[in-house]
């Protein structure tokens, strides 16, 4: 499993001494309603704003042409203030960064970077907070940390895109997508610690092999929907009670554990060779439903403790001429399982 360290540390959102040389603009304001708008055009950008109070609102707009370099920084504290960042340049490698710090209830983020090579890292603090980032083109890196309650995350990427989004709280939600056209190798790193958490993460690939998805959740009643394109790589830790997994997969590699009670785990497995599925359950009243396609499949099923069940169907092994391999072992009182693999070898 992979491990995030909270990012808040990493926002060192602060008026500070220039980055770069170029243009800068600055605002700091003090109240209520208050409008901060800034609109930079050239190489070299500066934005930096902060915002104390309530319902204020913050606009950047930055565009740059060749090997630019866009830094634009939003703080805010207080309640129902909102952000909105729009940065594009032209479609060559250089640096780009957003950072966005909100502090607070009922705040909002719309992010939206165009073209390669953009960064963005955000941090939210407190109830019923919103996020809605958009990230295009290629080699696209985002970082999200949200602590409160009701808290929703949304984001879309594109291309070689690479997110990590943790929530901590209760009720929080994050809906991932990221989109290959190219070589695919996306990673999405998600981690959930509190009550009734939900995770949407879609994946779909391109030509190419498609990327990595690692999921964490802790807590109670969790629920995870992950849609992963060509031979990529799914790895999830459910902790906790009423957890469910639901994976939709194409020829790709699942590992995961569920830890807790009442846990659910559903993984279909669709067309292309090579399915592997490894997933250890360990508590009370587990669920393990898994269909593979095609040839050159495995799964092995591991369940500890009492009424477990396992039913697992691999299909047309022989019909491709090579064999699927099945394992399951259980331990407990009352568990149950049931193979079925069609063809022959």
Not at 263 to 277: G, H, Y
Request: glycine share 10%.
């Amino acid at each position: 499993m992979f491990s995030l360290k909270p990012i808040a540390t990493a926002l060192l959102l602060t008026s500070s001494a220039p980055l770069i040389a170029g243009n800068l603009a600055e605002v700091i304001q003090t109240g209520d309603a208050n409008l901060a708008e800034q609109v930079q055009q050239g190489s070299s950008l500066q934005s930096f704003i902060e915002q104390y109070g309530q319902q204020n609102s913050a606009y950047t707009g930055q565009s740059g042409s060749g090997v630019s370099e866009l830094h634009a920084s939003v703080v805010q504290r207080g309640t129902a203030n909102s952000a909105d960042v729009q940065q594009a340049h032209t479609r060559e490698v250089g640096n780009v960064t957003a950072q966005i710090e909100q502090v607070g209830a009922l705040n909002t983020v719309v992010l939206e970077q165009v073209d390669a090579a953009m960064n963005a890292v955000i941090y939210q603090q407190g109830d019923n907070n919103h996020l809605d980032a958009s990230q295009t083109y290629i080699a696209n890196t985002l970082a999200v940390e949200s602590i409160g309650q009701d808290n929703q995350v949304s984001v879309r990427q594109a291309g070689f895109g690479s997110a990590s989004i943790v929530q901590v709280g209760t009720a929080n939600s994050v809906q991932l997508e990221q989109t290959s056209f190219g070589l695919g190798q996306e990673v999405a790193q998600v981690v959930q610690e509190g009550v009734a958490n939900v995770a949407e993460i879609v994946q779909p690939s391109g030509r190419y092999p498609a990327g990595e998805v690692d999921l964490h959740q802790t807590g109670t009643a969790n629920n995870a929907q992950i849609h992963a394109g060509e031979r990529g790589d799914i790895d999830f830790l459910q902790q906790g009670t009423g957890n469910e997994l639901s994976a939709r997969t194409t020829g790709t590699q699942v590992t995961g554990q569920s830890i807790g009670d009442y846990n659910r785990v559903e993984v279909v497995s669709t067309t292309m060779f090579d399915n592997s599925l490894t997933i250890d359950q360990i508590g009370t009243e587990n669920f393990i439903s898994a269909d593979q396609n095609l040839s050159y499949n495995s799964a092995g099923i591991s369940q500890a403790g009492n009424l477990n069940t396992a039913h697992l169907n691999q299909y047309m092994g022989g019909s491709y001429g090579a064999p699927n391999q099945a394992t399951i072992a259980q331990r407990g009182n009352g568990n149950s399982a049931s193979v079925t693999q069609l063809g022959s070898y």
